[in-house]
């Protein structure tokens, strides 16, 4: 995180969210559209997402 940047958005998603940024489905846009570089956003997750993740695309 850039704390000089005390104006880019911050975003929590969970395993659900990022599973659509590379599955193309419902939502996919959205999330896609929260990495975009012009908006200098800070995207967080949880420790556990990226196991969740495996699992998600693995089914």
Do not use: H, Q
Request: charge should be negative; avoid cysteine; charged fraction near 15%.
């Amino acid at each position: 995180m850039n704390p000089l940047n005390l104006n880019a958005p911050v975003y929590f998603v969970d395993s659900i969210a990022l599973v659509k940024r590379y599955i193309n489905e419902k939502g996919s846009a959205l999330v896609l559209s929260l990495f975009n570089p012009a908006l200098n956003s800070e995207i967080l997750d949880a420790d556990i997402t990226s196991v969740e993740i495996i699992a998600a695309i693995t089914r």
